[in-house]
């Protein structure tokens, strides 16, 4: 079965860097548009950067680019997101998603069909 498995978080100052990762199973992870979203405490969950066509496209939300960058490594059937000059308004769950058997990368929660379990990234002041 699909499954999405996040890792790298953790407490950073302010100003810091992480790697976060999700690795893949259970799907052709090449043909399938990946994701990562976001939810900080009292807010919704948002789009952060997506990735499709085996990593040859990619997009970057507004409010981290610059900042945040997304890369694949479809050997490994693994989803990067590089997190660099962190902010405290940065804090929130990351979660991966992906939606099998597509080449469109969607922005959207609900699109998505598969979803990783998350991992907490607190940047401190």
């Known amino acids: 079965q699909v499954q999405l498995v996040e890792s790298g978080g953790g407490l950073v100052q302010a100003g810091g860097s992480l790697r976060l990762s999700c690795a893949a199973s259970?799907?052709?992870?090449?043909?399938?548009?990946m994701a990562w979203f976001r939810q900080a405490p009292g807010k919704e969950r948002e789009f952060v950067a997506g990735s499709t066509l085996g990593g040859t496209a990619t997009h970057v939300a507004e409010s981290v680019k610059g900042r945040f960058t997304i890369s694949t490594d479809n050997g490994k059937n693994t989803m990067y997101l590089h997190l660099n000059s962190l902010k405290t308004e940065d804090t929130a769950v990351y979660s991966c998603a992906t939606k099998p058997r597509t080449t469109v990368l969607y922005t959207t929660i609900g699109a998505y069909d598969y979803w990783g379990q998350g991992t907490q990234v607190t940047v401190s002041s």
């Open positions: 259970g799907f052709t992870f090449s043909t399938s548009a």
